[in-house]
Nanobody, 116 residues
Framework: QVQIVESGGGLVQPGGSLKLSCAASGSILAIWTMGWYRQAPGKQRELVAAVTRGGRSNYADLVKGRFTISRDNAKNTVSLQMNSLEPEDTAIYYC??????????WGKGTLVTVSS
């Protein structure tokens, strides 16, 4: 069994910051990519940021310069530091883990609400 557990969501005012964390455990082959996706109401799930085992990261254009992804390979954890949050960042954020055979594992999601 594989467990993907997210934490850190919540309500924040525009311009504020939040940090999301995710821990992967269980029967996973070597993890290759860890990342975050989000899904806003009425929209498709989209990639926010991802980082490979080697440390190469990529970001959605809308979050570049505001969000930072980091990873601890030894602990199988990934975090997303979100700064300068905007109402448009409101969404359910999902942690994604991809193993070396490209199998995807998902967390249940954590809600981020940016509102005054």
């Amino acid at each position: 069994q594989v467990q993907i557990v997210e934490s850190g969501g919540g309500l924040v005012q525009p311009g504020g910051s939040l940090k999301l964390s995710c821990a992967a455990s269980g029967s996973i082959l070597a993890i290759w990519t860890m990342g975050w996706y989000r899904q806003a109401p009425g929209k498709q799930r989209e990639l926010v940021a991802a980082v490979t085992r080697g440390g190469r990261s990529n970001y959605a254009d809308l979050v570049k310069g505001r969000f930072t992804i980091s990873r601890d390979n030894a602990k199988n954890t990934v975090s997303l530091q979100m700064n300068s949050l905007e109402p448009e960042d409101t969404a359910i954020y999902y942690c994604n883990v991809k193993d070396i055979e490209s199998r995807d594992y998902w967390g249940k999601g954590t809600l981020v609400t940016v509102s005054s």
